[in-house]
């Protein structure tokens, strides 16, 4: 069974660089799939950060390039994101998912983990 | 970017009725349009995918259709675990983009 969990920081102040990691369980994050993050501010609806795949191919949301960054550790089975220069907007549930086979939706998300951007 | 737009933001219906979810793409997506439904405090699960295709494991009493650029989400006989938030989702073009929901609520 294909497993994701997010982890990082829950508190992170203004101005300063969010990092996130997924852990991969029950898959190898080398078989050709992409990966994703999206994140959900509190009562609206999902935004799509960008995927990346093992190799490092990588689609950033053009709303977000310039300030973020995703990296993947193959042996490690593992990817991460990092969104620089926080401001109190970035203050949402940040989840890891896979892209399914077909390339065209999400199959497995982590459980999501909440980054509050506060002084 | 694509827009899709969703209605009704909320709904109340009963157990046993059935309930209709409606998103519109701000321009042609073909079938790349895919529906979640989302519990609180969880992470979105995928009910179904390319507009009619109903994920593995999901219950018939989901199903999606198609028309042009607006897509339909169908709950038949309406069951206590489905009241929860449902989005849609397009995968035609980057940057992805979803819907901003429709919470539906138990009368």
């Known amino acids: 069974q294909v497993q994701l969990q997010e982890s990082g920081p829950g508190l992170v102040e203004p101005s300063q660089t969010l990092s996130l990691t997924c852990d991969v369980s029950g898959y190898s994050i080398s078989s050709g799939n992409w990966w994703g993050w999206i994140r959900q501010p509190p009562g609206k609806g999902p935004e799509w950060i960008g995927y990346?795949?093992?190799?490092?191919?990588?689609y950033y949301n053009p709303s977000l390039k310039s300030r973020v960054t995703m990296s993947v550790d193959t042996s490690k089975n593992q990817f991460s994101l990092r969104v620089s220069s926080v401001t109190a907007v970035d203050t949402a549930v940040y989840y890891c998912a896979r892209v399914a086979d077909s390339g065209y939706y999400f199959d497995y998300w982590g459980q999501g983990t909440l980054v509050t951007v506060s002084s | 970017d694509i827009q899709m737009t969703q209605s009704p933001p909320s709904l109340s219906a009963s157990v046993g009725d059935t309930v209709t979810i409606t998103c519109r793409a701000s321009q042609s997506i073909t079938n790349y349009l895919n529906w979640y439904q989302q519990i609180p405090g969880k992470a979105p699960n995928l009910l179904v995918y390319a507009a009619s295709s109903l994920q593995s494991g999901v219950p018939s009493r989901f199903s999606g259709s198609r028309s042009g650029t607006d897509f339909t989400l169908t709950i038949s006989s309406l069951q206590p675990e489905d009241f929860a938030t449902y989005f849609c989702q397009q995968s035609y073009s980057t940057p992805w983009t979803f819907g901003q929901g429709t919470k539906v609520e138990i009368k």
């Open positions: 990346i795949y093992y190799s490092g191919s990588i």
